[in-house]
């Protein structure tokens, strides 16, 4: 299976033009922790994480859909969130984040690899670096 270069995903993020003026970045943990924390390095807000889970370490459906482990515990109220995951292929983590969050102000999503208002791409899948 492919790798992506980190310094290629870094250098992608570097050139993201975010329009929105985000107020935060919520990662979606486990998987969005390192691409949230990418891109926090270039916009430097808010960070937070919440913890939905779907699917095991072998990547095999562990639930019927995907749903929130804990509480959220900070406040996103009217807030614009980049809500951040490493791949965004089917949607469905995304869908329950955003009904999550759904009292926020604006919702956008990154993803490193997916369908997303910022992807840096959107092909078959391919190994995360900090995945070896």
Do not use: H
């Amino acid at each position: 299976m492919q790798i992506k270069p980190i310094e290629e995903i870094i250098k992608k993020i570097n050139e993201i033009k975010f329009q929105e003026g985000f107020d935060m970045i919520v990662a979606i943990a486990n998987g969005g922790i390192i691409p949230a924390a990418m891109v926090n390095q270039k916009l430097n807000i808010d960070f937070q994480i919440i913890k939905i889970n779907f699917k095991d370490e072998n990547q095999q459906p562990r639930y019927n859909e995907p749903k929130l482990l804990f509480p959220v515990n900070f406040t996103f109220y009217n807030q614009k969130i980049l809500l951040v995951d490493d791949r965004i292929k089917t949607g469905s983590t995304i869908k329950i984040a955003k009904q999550i969050l759904k009292d926020a102000k604006l919702i956008k999503t990154f993803a490193v690899n997916g369908n997303a208002d910022y992807a840096l791409y959107n092909e078959d899948c391919f190994m995360f670096p900090w995945n070896l």
